[in-house]
């Protein structure tokens, strides 16, 4: 799941039992890609409220992504 903030893009795995999820993300930000590692409690990446954002840019993890 994922959560824009005008500060912040708020990350997090669901995943069934609530276990953890090891697995690396990619976030492009401004058409730069970094790889996020998120803990099973979720990321906060600070960014600006202009920022263009996409997650799994490559389509490497994800099928189908939630919005809250």
Known sequence: HFTRTETSLELRW??????????PLEISINRQVKRYDIPTEGLSIPMEKEAEFLIDPNHWVLKELQRE
């Open 14 to 23: 669901e995943s069934p039992n609530h276990l953890p999820c090891p697995l």
